[in-house]
């Protein structure tokens, strides 16, 4: 049988138990609504937030690896643009070498050919050493590779570099060139080794440039799918979250009558004493 006092009102403790349960649930679920996320801190989830957390400093450090990727095929491109140049410079150069291997040149017109001819020499040189991005170059012969960052444990992506000034090429810097229509005509056999040797160098360039895009896209699509993972982890459901924060304020709404309700019974103890 129940206790009919006024010092204890068991019917409103446990209605204000049931509201103190609502109200700290509506607490949680308006957190949610606001951040977004079902584990914000350590406090929802120790687990989940630690896993999440590790995650996203993996994904973060992707995009220094993005970085590094992106400034590897800016160096390669700057080389492949210097590598163009020097071909045509060389179908240049054989040009001017075969029109002065004809013996029926006079000296004048011999010696603005072979004028040509090393000018075109001299910019094959300087187009090998002014291909660098960064300052740093893959065409001037100055190093032998170059590594970028490749993932998120330090490992690398390695570029061999290719040396595309006239000693990579195969070609003397001697002056004069070539002196009479004889030696013209055997330097056209050098510069056809040259445009060779440049073709073959471009085209490794060209290779490491495909790998190294190909590298990146996979690197994007990685850090993509961490974070994709993170979100499960720890996003809220909104549609899930929006309709439970219905549902808890009605409910919060018919505790607070509960509790008015139960405060009420205490005054029917008054009736006793009339």
Do not use: C, Y
Request: overall charge neutral; proline content about 1%; cysteine-free.
């Amino acid at each position: 049988m129940p206790l009919n006092s006024i010092n204890t009102n068991s019917g409103a403790l446990i209605a204000l138990q049931n509201l103190n349960t609502t109200n700290s649930e509506l607490g949680v679920t308006q957190q949610r609504i606001n951040t977004g996320k079902k584990v914000g801190n350590a406090k929802d989830n120790g687990a989940i937030w630690a896993m999440s957390k590790i995650q996203n400093a993996t994904s973060s450090s992707l995009n220094s690896v993005k970085d590094s990727l992106q400034r590897g095929q800016s160096t390669i491109d700057v080389a492949l643009a210097a590598g163009d140049t020097i071909t045509d410079l060389l179908s240049k150069m054989k040009e001017k070498a075969l029109a002065a291997s004809d013996t029926s040149l006079n000296t004048a017109s011999f010696n603005a050919l072979l004028s040509d001819f090393t000018s075109l020499r001299e910019q094959v040189q300087k187009a090998a050493d002014n291909a660098k991005f960064n300052g740093a170059s893959l065409a001037d012969g100055k190093v032998t590779n170059m590594t970028f960052l490749a993932n998120s444990d330090g490992t690398g992506f390695t570029v061999k570099a290719q040396t595309l000034g006239l000693a990579g090429l195969g070609l003397t810097t001697a002056t004069p060139a070539f002196s009479s229509a004889s030696s013209a005509k055997s330097m056209i056999s050098d510069i056809d080794k040259a445009i060779g040797t440049a073709t073959n160098k471009l085209a490794s360039l060209g290779t490491s440039s495909v790998g190294l895009d190909t590298h990146l896209t996979f690197i994007g699509k990685l850090q993509d799918s961490l974070d994709a993972g993170v979100g499960n982890l720890v996003d809220a459901d909104l549609a899930k979250e929006s309709a439970k924060l219905q549902s808890l304020q009605t409910k919060q709404q018919l505790g607070v009558q509960a509790l008015s309700i139960a405060n009420q019974s205490t005054s029917s103890i008054l009736s006793l004493f009339r």
